[in-house]
């Protein structure tokens, strides 16, 4: 597949126009730092736009907000520090609120979200979709200036409909037998397992639960458990480690199909619960390559005690024991109504915690993260874009690249 064909962010104005209406505020800002006290006028339509863009009730947000309340409606002008706050607050970039219109934003890639399938791409991940994508652009030609080789398996199966095919491959490239999950006492072994497996394949993965280091800005697992990006010589996974481990297991299989088929995507809510016919079939791969028939059938005793050894979920066990007849539909409609009593994320550790090197490692991503290094220490990367592409900066930055 061509690069070229991947989704774009699509923009109402032309993105180079932006960044240079961006810059030059910013100019502005460093050469004229005095009339940072000053009133500047700011459209209404703007404001408005980047209250209900950060996902706020427009009217709500007028209630509890007097401030901004007066500036949309003309009542008082912001100053440029005031005006930095609100756009720091919103996340929204601050030159884009001196546009004369919002500007368009699309997701980059098809998400299906079984939960909250609203028609609108939360905020926090669509914000780190973009960040995955600066990151997958620049590896990736940094990766192809640099004479890397193809990742040949990216597309490969690329209109394959037959899942047994695509299990078949995937068990061939990662060269796991069909109980390798068996020799595992934890289910978080198990995802450091095929987490190592497509590194070494090439394939940058990246777990996260925040927007990039920011704790306040959560990413919902109803919205995001991970998405895919497609690229010859830089293809990208992305987990959202505030999942269960036995759902991020599942997430790896399951975007890693989504590469071998060469169609980027991301998915939320339930497993299973998809009406896109590539989802389901990424789904059933997923299934039948972490619990085969033949090794269910040889090893098959109650929901959990099964879902535990081939480290998934009980729901996953559940539907395929109902495939195979291991268990009636009201057998399995009965242990369904009762998953559903638990929310998604109940029951596991949340991200974030923990040793800031080892978080840090699963944020970034270690192939990314030995390719910026790589590429610094070469001089073929600034300090300052590796800072802005890692979101570590000055010590923080170092500390963690000593230790790779």
């Known amino acids: 597949m061509n690069r070229d064909e991947y989704p774009k962010h699509e923009h109402s104005t032309p993105l180079i126009a932006i960044f240079l209406e961006i810059f030059t505020f910013s100019l502005f800002l460093c050469n004229f730092a005095p009339v940072m006290a000053e009133r500047i006028d700011i459209r209404a339509n703007m404001l408005e736009w980047a209250i209900t863009r950060a996902g706020y009730s427009l009217a709500r947000y007028r209630e509890e907000n007097e401030k901004v309340t007066a500036w949309i409606d003309g009542e008082k002008k912001p100053t440029l520090k005031q005006l930095e706050e609100f756009a720091s607050k919103l996340h929204v970039p601050f030159g884009f609120l001196f546009l004369d219109t919002p500007p368009i934003e699309q997701s980059?890639?098809?998400?299906?979200?079984?939960?909250?399938?609203?028609?609108?791409?939360?905020?926090?991940?669509?914000?780190?979709?973009?960040?995955?994508?600066?990151?997958?652009?620049?590896?990736?030609?940094?990766?192809?200036?640099?004479?890397?080789?193809?990742?040949?398996?990216?597309?490969?199966?690329?209109?394959?409909?037959?899942?047994?095919?695509?299990?078949?491959?995937?068990?061939?490239?990662?060269?796991?037998?069909?109980?390798?999950?068996?020799?595992?006492?934890?289910?978080?072994q198990a995802v450091n397992k095929i987490t190592e497996i497509l590194e070494e394949l090439g394939v940058v993965v990246e777990f996260n639960g925040v927007v990039g280091n920011n704790t306040h800005r959560p990413i919902n697992v109803a919205e995001c458990r991970g998405f895919s990006l497609v690229d010859e010589v830089a293809p990208f996974i992305f987990v959202n480690s505030a999942d269960s481990k036995t759902a991020q297991l599942f997430t790896l299989i399951h975007e890693f199909a989504h590469l071998l088929l060469g169609v980027s995507s991301g998915y939320g809510g339930e497993d299973g619960i998809n009406d896109d016919d590539i989802e389901k079939l990424c789904d059933k791969v997923a299934a039948n390559f972490l619990v085969p028939e033949d090794t269910l059938r040889a090893n098959w005793t109650t929901i959990e005690k099964t879902a535990k050894k081939f480290k998934v979920s009980g729901l996953v066990i559940a539907r395929r024991a109902k495939e195979l007849r291991l268990i009636t539909s009201q057998q399995f409609q009965d242990y369904y109504t009762e998953y559903l009593a638990t929310p998604i994320g109940d029951?596991?550790?949340?991200?974030?915690?923990?040793?800031?090197?080892?978080?840090?490692k699963k944020r970034i991503g270690y192939t990314f993260a030995v390719h910026v290094n790589n590429a610094v220490r070469s001089n073929k990367l600034s300090q300052v874009e590796a800072y802005r592409l890692t979101g570590l900066y000055g010590n923080t930055y170092s500390s963690f690249m000593s230790k790779l």
């Open 108 to 188: 980059p890639i098809p998400f299906f979200r079984g939960e909250a399938n609203n028609g609108k791409l939360d905020l926090n991940t669509y914000d780190t979709v973009l960040t995955l994508q600066r990151r997958q652009e620049w590896l990736s030609n940094y990766l192809a200036d640099n004479d890397f080789g193809r990742c040949d398996f990216v597309g490969s199966l690329h209109g394959c409909n037959a899942v047994n095919r695509i299990v078949d491959k995937i068990r061939t490239l990662l060269k796991l037998e069909k109980t390798w999950a068996f020799a595992f006492q934890r289910n978080e």
């Open 347 to 360: 029951n596991f550790r949340r991200s974030g915690g923990g040793d800031f090197h080892l978080v840090a």
